[in-house]
């Protein structure tokens, strides 16, 4: 299994700011995934992230909002830039364990914006 | 496109109750089909997987059938504990998906009182 840290686990940010979401994993990964939970709302997928190539986005997801850092196989920045009340949401990052078919979670950093 | 369709909870049963939570899915060609489960104050986890049509997965005495004429994969336990008390979400990963693209239902919170 892996272990996954978020960091924040929570913040308050006013509106026009940025907010970097950092995810540190026990292993070495190719791929981690960001997702978001938005009040009364199921998870989404924001983008895979691949170390030494660009993030891929899902659809309605865009690069300058999210930009997205994978600078090695452990670790990676989910960025939330010039927020609006509507971002405010929980931010997932998780890794995939392929031999199990098991997806592995961050316990989330829980975004509010004023 | 894919969508996963969870009943809407909270679901409040007594212990030892028998336990349903219905979901149904809308997907092209052949998805995966998953339950993760959310306990209060810890990161999702995956509860049970099948990957093929008539598929059972089982875990904790969880179960869950995956059937194709019915697009249905539903949960279901004999017999709740208070232990058992969490948010339930139904997801999917289409069949050309990548291992950690999943679509998820709503949740739904269950609450077993003693």
């Known amino acids: ?114 | 496109g894919d969508s996963v369709t969870q009943m809407e909870g909270p679901v409040t049963l007594s212990e030892e109750a028998f336990l349903t939570i219905n979901c149904t899915y809308t997907a092209t060609g052949y998805p995966s089909l998953f339950w993760y489960v959310q306990y209060p104050g810890e990161g999702l986890q995956l509860l049970l997987k099948a990957t093929k049509a008539d598929d059972k997965g089982s875990n904790k005495g969880f179960e869950a059938t995956y059937r194709k004429e019915t697009t249905s994969f539903h949960l279901e336990k004999g017999s709740v504990q208070v232990s058992d008390s969490a948010v339930y979400f139904c997801a999917l990963r289409p069949g050309s998906g990548n291992t950690g693209k999943l679509i998820f239902g709503q949740g739904t919170t269950l609450q077993v009182k003693p």
């Not at chain 1, 006013?14 to 950092?22: A, F, K, P, W, Y």
């Not at chain 1, 292993?27 to 030494?52: C, D, E, H, K």
């Not at chain 1, 891929?56 to 609006?84: A, C, H, Q, W």
């Open chain 1, 1 to 114: 299994s892996a272990v996954i840290s978020q960091k924040p686990s929570r913040d308050i940010c006013q509106r026009g700011t940025s907010l970097t979401i950092q995810c540190q994993v026990d292993s070495q990964v190719t791929m981690m995934f960001w997702y978001r939970q938005q009040p009364g709302q199921s998870l989404t997928l924001i983008a895979t992230a691949n170390q030494g190539s660009e993030a891929t986005y899902e659809s309605g997801f865009v690069i300058d909002k999210f930009p997205i850092s994978r600078p090695n196989l452990t670790f990676s920045t989910l960025t939330v830039s010039n927020m609006s009340p509507e971002d405010s949401s929980i931010y997932l990052c998780s890794v995939a364990d392929a031999a199990t078919d098991k997806l592995f979670f961050g316990s989330g950093t829980q975004l509010s914006v004023l």
